[in-house]
């Protein structure tokens, strides 16, 4: 019996080293530190949620209203951290992408595309078998993603 296991919400980097790393990115592609892209980083770390930009926006707008942070810049942000692998980004076809911190444990997902929920997880003969399929295959894994589309438990009692 492989061991699934769901809960991935451990970081595997402290927020002082992701806040360095984000402003030496910035730096390169001479970008301005600023207080709104601070938040943008501090609020993907916080967060457990696979985050559409909107939702992100939202929840900046809701934590720091005065700072007025544009959704252009979340956009902007986002793709910036993602090009760098800060952020990994989960897409959902023509509804867009969800995005979440790079640097949590490896995990997988299974994604409803009908109500968008995310659930995670990690199973180890699966993991292990994608490692001896590249070594049969002489092919050196770095790593890969999952994604598992089809419809949750609650929508399907929905319909
Ligand atoms: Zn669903
Ligand atoms: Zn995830």
Request: net charge negative; aromatic share 8%; proline share 1%.
């Amino acid at each position: 019996m492989s061991k699934v296991t769901t809960n991935f919400s451990d970081k595997t980097i402290q927020y002082e080293q992701l806040l360095q790393n984000f402003k030496s990115l910035l730096k390169e592609n001479n970008l301005k530190f600023t207080i709104q892209r601070e938040v943008i980083l501090e609020t993907l770390y916080d967060s457990q949620e696979h985050l559409t930009p909107e939702s992100l926006h939202h929840l900046i707008q809701e934590k720091y209203p005065d700072l007025n942070t544009g959704i252009a810049t979340v956009y902007r942000t986002l793709s910036l951290l993602e090009e760098s692998d800060i952020v990994t980004s989960l897409s959902f076809g023509a509804q867009g992408k969800k995005y979440e911190l790079g640097a949590k444990e490896h995990h997988d997902h299974l994604i409803c595309t009908e109500c968008g929920n995310i659930t995670e997880f990690v199973d180890e003969q699966i993991e292990e078998r994608q490692h001896k399929i590249a070594q049969e295959l002489e092919f050196k894994m770095q790593d890969h993603s999952m994604q598992i589309y089809g419809v949750c438990k609650k929508c399907q009692k929905e319909n």
